[in-house]
């Protein structure tokens, strides 16, 4: 039985984490997650949400009518919901304005492949930038639908970015990834230019991309209500999963570092 308490808490714990890594300046930004599948926890509009409660937070139908909640709902409730509609594997979203992400659109330069063996490893080699469209507009929505069927982060030009996962940590994560990812590209541009990673050395990071997919299933998705395509409840959502070991958690670190140590050596 989901913990709604609970994961209001998770939402503020988000909301505060990303506040703080200016991510989410002022009132900017908003998380939402399935409470199940006909019910949304949102937060609130022009609400900072470092200093959110989980009384805040909104509930919502799957059509963006108001359940629950003394304040009205976020002005990008129908990109949310549209993430949903897209992907029925998520139960979590995460629209942020990270800084250096957002200037790589304003500059109209996407962030490049095969530079940062995170990127590949963590995003597949790419993140994609959706069509410009007013914020908070129907047409934002749109404009996220076709990026997100394929990937877990879209860049919104002018604006800022949107990730999804299966619980609202996985989401949050993979937008600081991206921002960080940004931000050291950015450095590296300052110091004369980035170079690309070998061909060699891509194949191991695309192996690892796959490993960690699986390895992700072990660790996030403890809210999660998402459904198949058959309309019944995936038996791998619903309950807190356990954990993986230890020492699987290890291996993924060593090949990873392994990977990365390749890398270096090769001089690229």
Known sequence: MTNEASIRRDICEMGKRLYQADMMPGSDGNLSVMLNPNEVL???????KGYMTPDDIIKIDRRGNKLGGALPPSLETAMHLAAYEERGDICAVVHSHPPICIAFTIAGVELPHSVLPEVEVLFGGRVPVAQYATPGSSDVADSIRGPIRTQNIVLLPHHGALAVGVDIFQAGMRLEHAEAAARI?????????????APAALAPLKALHKRLVETEKQVFCAHCHSYDNDGALNGTHGSAPERPSESAEDELTRAVRTAVESVLRSGV
Request: overall charge positive; hydrophobic content about 35%.
């Open 42 to 48: 949102i937060s609130p509009s022009r609400l900072c």
């Open 185 to 197: 590209i950015f450095y590296a541009r300052q110091l004369g230019g980035e170079h690309t990673l």
